[in-house]
Nanobody, 122 residues
Framework: QVQLVESGGGLVQAGGSLRLSCAAS????????MGWYRQAPGKQRELVAT???????IYPDSVKGRFTISGDNDKNTVYLQMNSLKPEDTAVYYC????????????????WGQGTQVTVSS
């Protein structure tokens, strides 16, 4: 089994910054992709930032230039640096990872963290 544990959420004023962390643990053989989604009340879950299997990064236009994803391969951890936060960034932020646990036995599987609340006040 694989666990994703997020940390770093909280309350911040508009224009402020937060840094989220997500660490994968358990039966991790390799990580094919890892990143962040968010879900605001009454809205669908949306991509925020992610590393793809080719280690490229994807950001939606809504966060480009403000959010930066980075990672530490040795720690199976990704970080999300969020700057110039806006009230519309308020949401529960979920870490996701596509993980191979048993190569040649099982295909990669998608895992989600429990979510961390980010609230940006105006």
């Amino acid at each position: 089994q694989v666990q994703l544990v997020e940390s770093g959420g909280g309350l911040v004023q508009a224009g402020g910054s937060l840094r989220l962390s997500c660490a994968a643990s358990g039966n991790v053989f390799s990580i094919n992709a890892m990143g962040w989604y968010r879900q605001a009340p009454g809205k669908q879950r949306e991509l925020v930032a992610t590393f793809t299997s080719g280690l490229s990064t994807i950001y939606p236009d809504s966060v480009k230039g403000r959010f930066t994803i980075s990672g530490d391969n040795d720690k199976n951890t990704v970080y999300l640096q969020m700057n110039s936060l806006k009230p519309e960034d308020t949401a529960v932020y979920y870490c996701h990872a596509v993980v191979t646990t048993s190569p040649r036995v099982a295909p990669p599987a998608l895992y989600w963290g429990q979510g961390t609340q980010v609230t940006v006040s105006s």
